[in-house]
DNA sequence: TTACATTGATAAGATTTTCTGATGATAAAC
DNA sequence: GTTTATCATCAGAAAATCTTATCAATGTAA
């Protein structure tokens, strides 16, 4: 019965993953000797070396690759077990870690906090804002307990609840206010300004226009919408925006908006979570008051 | 990240299966008070009740069974880490805890261990003498590393590796020394004297009599083979020994000793331990050390 | 080469956690 | 009604863990 303790684990795990003794610390919200003594201290409790330090980089052992394989899975068990302990209790109460795209977390998140607070002063949402595959990762390995993204998300191992459909709305200089909406045909000889390799948005507007990925155009990159929108109002180019974007994106800035004639592009929101998470009731009801918010 | 640690799992565990505080304060070799105070931590971490407290007897809720699986799984795995760390140094060392048949372990044991002292220093044999259904149960369940009992085991997770082979030799009062050796049928028309119920010797024994044990005999069943020995001395039956029992159960007995002609009863002692043990090249060393020791 | 910056280890003292032993409360058993 | 068994509570002691300050080693830049 070997000495080791879940704190270890935990410093381990932060020490593997950002390979740096200062940084993990912070991870862990502790002091850096702090971090190093109990690493120390799980080193001799199992009488191995699990990191190699060099001189400006600290990185794992085989073995310690091997067993920070094993302490990840458990450090999801005991997460489990604490989920499981809190679904016993029915009620939407406690901290959920939420994943959400960034095309749609700064529009839908402030509403629907709003909207949580009152209603359930004990729920803790936690944030994270990042691209997909991201998200889908960080969900599959527990550190998420589920993801606000676009539809379909195809993993077998998620359950997927559908929040609210989106339109795609085209995004003009206001010199080319009264010009006519440009067809699919018309949008790909436009300049086309798009978010950064990696958003689902991306991919949807490309796909919507339909232009491979591989041959690349001459498109400028941008990092949020919001700098897009800007772009266009200095008359670099055109883009799209999803509708729910809209109000908050072209309040300030001087653009032009029209919408595509029907069918006009769109795309599903929903959230996804493990189907074996012991939430799953109470990310359902979490999934139905985000619906609700949206509508 | 919920705030459990895995001493708090390991009193948990210690109380699901005794069912008791005092008992579980015991077996973590620590106080009762230190006990009750760890798992109303937990309860109070994970938020609800783990144990129905009723005035004669400590049980376990439905989420606390459903909890105690977890629990016990991570506490393995937690350990398979320890083996893991430790199997990286292919040397015999550390603690091997070891189950032993009651029929071999009062005669191979003590040889094996002298054995092992010398040699290995660093060695720390931990034994456990029960049946072998418990063997195999508490092996599968990752409290035993191995175990030393009659071949085959027949169990698929488990690897078997044989030690020695060992004749079945009557025992009968020095009245009847001179005696021929009975045939299989004539030892079925004496009053043959066997451990009791769930020993393996026993079934080994009747197997070879071709005694179902559905038909009961008049038999007394003992509850170590000396028992048994001093009680054939007595001239109240016989009984049959394993040959490595001989030399010390017949050394101050007033006994006579018979071989069967060939072919003799026998059994195989084997080894056997979970195949997935990261301990595995440990363990078939020490079952060729104890092999060269029973030879 | 020297000064400097970065990074992990070490040390000392403070803080927090955990444990023990004594005692209390409750309910069953005699 | 007393005794017994059992778990909870309390106070103080012991152990662990943490923080701040500092050191040592290594690489980088002047």
Known sequence: MINVTLKQFRYFDALARTGH????????????????????????????????????????????????????????????????????????????????????????????????AADHPDLDIYIRETVTPKLIGELSEGRLDAAILALPASEPGLSEEALFDEDFVLIRPTTEASAPVPSKEGLRTMRLLLLEEG????????????????????????SSLSTLVQMVSVGIGVTLLPEMAL?????????????????????????????????????????????????
Chains 1, 2 share one sequence.
């Open 199 to 222: 958003h689902c948005f991306r991919d949807q507007a490309l796909s919507f226009c339909d232009i491979r990925t591989a041959q690349p155009r001459e498109m400028l990159d941008g």
């Open 247 to 295: 109000a908050v994106e072209t309040r300030s800035a001087d653009v032009a908006v029209q919408r595509f004639p029907k069918p006009q592009p769109s795309r599903t929101i929903g959230m996804v979570w493990r189907k074996s998470s012991p939430l799953t009731s109470q990310l359902r009801q979490l999934a139905d008051l985000v619906k609700a918010t949206a509508a």
């Open 21 to 116: 003794f200062g940084r993990a610390a912070d991870a862990c919200a502790i002091s850096q000797p702090a971090l190093s003594m109990q690493i120390k201290e799980l080193e001799d409790a199992l009488g191995t070396q699990l990191f190699e330090r060099s001189a400006r980089s600290v990185h794992l052992t085989p073995l310690g690759e091997d067993l920070a394989a094993r302490v990840r899975e458990i450090l999801r068990a005991v997460d489990e077990i604490g989920d499981l302990a809190r679904a016993d209790d029915e009620r939407l109460v406690g901290r959920f870690r939420i994943g959400v795209i960034p095309t749609v977390a700064p529009y839908l998140i402030p509403r629907v906090m709003q909207g949580l």
